[in-house]
């Protein structure tokens, strides 16, 4: 049987908060896959030294950091981060939302958000380890990434980015560990399920990534992968699956449902993201500013 199930991390927050439908978490009000239009002669005229990167993150808890270390500029839909430029792109949770949202994004017409190609897109979020050797809190780069159908080939991130964004990583003392990942609709919750996905050769499980990849494939546009393990191959989760929706996100009634039914595992794991975001956010902090994507 193919294995479907994957890790789900984004309870983040109190758990007095209700626990809220992932796609409802927006920052500023924002929708998945919203992104506020600017204006092409405002961009033409920036200089040509600054890369256009695409940052693509499931929730807005997980893109939170690129915003909060932006400076402003003179485009309402992009955001000034070092040497480079960048646009935020909130998708939603699962690959079908994903989907839907980067291919809008890379896909469209170039006025549909801006008058240039990226020069790279960047994944971040959160991820699941899949072996005993990815402790939580590590911070991975991904060189490729599958999807458990099983069926469709591996997707290999950028070479030449991912020895940068490492390299800049390492020289602040971050160590991020190489690894392969995998992509699923579902949830991987008990150690049996993530060891099933770890014999596929995946090293950790996440719900975006693959789409986005391939998207970028398809666009030309190089690509890398940087996460941070929430929750290790031992730890075992609420059944969240109970929750999933139609189109691959929590459905809020039903995820306050399964966390009141485990309250100590959803509030194990809520402090597990809490620290994985510390982590991700120290990460960003050094490689969305870098000249790692030209």
Sequence with gaps: MVVRFCWCVRFLGKASSGLKKLESMRFRNEQPGEYRQGAATDFRSRRSSMSLLYVFAASAIEGEPV????????????????????????TGM???????????ALNGSPSA?????????????????????????????????????????????????????????????????????ITSPRIATTPAEKLALAKQGADVVDMESYVILEAAANAGVPAAVLRVVADS????????????????????RKALLV?????????RLIAAN????RA?????EIVVKAPCFA
């Design 94 to 104: 699962g690959p079908r939302n994903a989907k839907d949202h980067v291919a809008a």
């Design 67 to 90: 915003r909060r270390m932006a400076s402003a500029t003179d485009s309402n839909s992009i955001l000034r981060c070092g040497v480079n430029d960048v646009v935020l792109i909130t």
């Design 233 to 252: 191959r031992a730890r075992v989760l609420p059944d969240l699956n109970r929750a999933l929706n139609e189109h691959g996100g929590l459905d809020g």
């Design 113 to 181: 958000l801006l008058a240039r190609r990226p020069d790279a897109v960047l994944v971040i979020g959160l991820c699941g380890g899949l072996t005993d050797s990815l402790s939580e809190g590590r911070v991975v780069a991904y060189t490729g990434c599958g999807f458990t159908d099983g069926v469709r080939p591996i997707l290999s991130c950028s070479d030449t980015i991912m020895d940068s964004v490492t390299a800049c990583l390492s020289a602040s003392g971050i160590a991020c560990d190489r690894v392969t990942g």
């Design 259 to 267: 966390a009141l039914g485990s309250p100590l595992r959803t509030a």
């Design 280 to 284: 991700l956010t120290k990460a960003l």
């Design 274 to 277: 809490r620290r994985a975001m």
